[in-house]
């Protein structure tokens, strides 16, 4: 998955079309993630005892397909480069735009 924790990205479809937040949590083997802000949903908790019933806002995961990562130029796809870095190759992501590219690491 080319998609890392802390990336920024926006969501091209669903029902949070448009919006943009950072990538709190991957799941690479379910090829989901979690977006701050993105596909909020509420789980209701039962009374138990003493504590009362409540309602339980969370973000939910969505699948990385939908969406794209924003950097300084727009938004784009996420290619790999090698670079020289003290002397050992280093492989580096690269945000590939329509006005360019831009390393992310």
Known sequence: MKIKTGDTV??????????????????????KI????VNKAVKHLKKRGTT????????????????????KDGDGRIGYKFIQKDGKKVKVRVLKTKKGSEDLD
């Open 10 to 31: 926006k969501v091209t479809v669903g029902k949070d079309k448009g919006k943009t937040g950072k990538v709190l949590q991957v799941f690479p083997k379910l090829n």
């Open 52 to 71: 009362p019933g409540q309602r339980v806002e969370y973000t939910a995961p969505i699948d990385s397909s939908n969406v794209k990562v924003q950097g």
């Open 34 to 37: 979690v977006v701050e802000g």
